[in-house]
């Protein structure tokens, strides 16, 4: 079952459409964008506003959706985060922070401890953590082709022989 369509029939009405519901090894991120009536006071726009909605919907739904959670955990083996989006804001909330392991050579180390020298990262990890954001954001298309041909791959294995 795809669990994207699983949150999307499970959730109750809070938000406008489906959810964004992004899946890894490790965890799924369910976003959504409020279902909020607009305030009569003008402050529908503001920054601070939406993000006081969003904190309250947080509180108001914590209860609905840790079992929502709970359930999802032990479907589909992995953690539930969660988020919601108003206006222009967007707020991501009990999201996994997961450490990967790797090895680098000197001359990786230094653009990181350079990092870290800097003042951008406080330590390698952050540092590695800083680079892995800025190509992801930097080469949003590049990174979007390959997740596209990776679901090609994945899809002509699911239709070639049975093992």
């Known amino acids: 079952m795809n669990i ?13 459409g489906s959810p964004d519901v992004t899946v890894d090894r490790e965890e799924i991120l369910v976003v959504g964008r409020l279902r909020v ?4 006071d ?10 006081g909605r ?9 209860r609905e959706r840790m079992k929502i959670a709970d359930e999802a955990e032990l ?8 988020g919601a989006e108003y206006g222009e804001v967007r707020v991501i909330f ?21 990092l870290v020298a800097a003042g951008v990262a406080r330590s390698r990890s952050d540092a ?10 930097n080469e ?7 997740r596209e041909a990776l679901g090609a791959v994945d899809e002509a294995r699911k239709a070639g022989p049975a093992a």
Not at 37 to 40: K, Q, V
Not at 94 to 114: K, N
Not at 128 to 137: C, E, H, P
Request: charged share 30%.
């Open 37 to 40: 009536p607009e305030p009569d």
């Open 42 to 51: 003008g402050s529908a726009g503001s920054d601070s506003a939406a993000e």
């Open 75 to 82: 479907r589909f083996g992995r953690k539930v985060a969660w």
């Open 128 to 137: 590695l953590a800083w680079s892995v954001r800025l190509v992801g954001t």
């Open 94 to 114: 009990t999201s996994l922070a997961i450490p990967v392991m790797t090895r680098l050579r000197q001359p990786e180390r230094m653009v990181l401890d350079t």
């Open 4 to 16: 994207a369509e699983w949150f999307a029939g499970r959730l109750p009405e809070w938000f406008t």
């Open 54 to 62: 969003i904190a309250r919907w947080r509180e108001e739904t914590r």
């Open 140 to 146: 949003e298309k590049w990174i979007a082709s390959l």
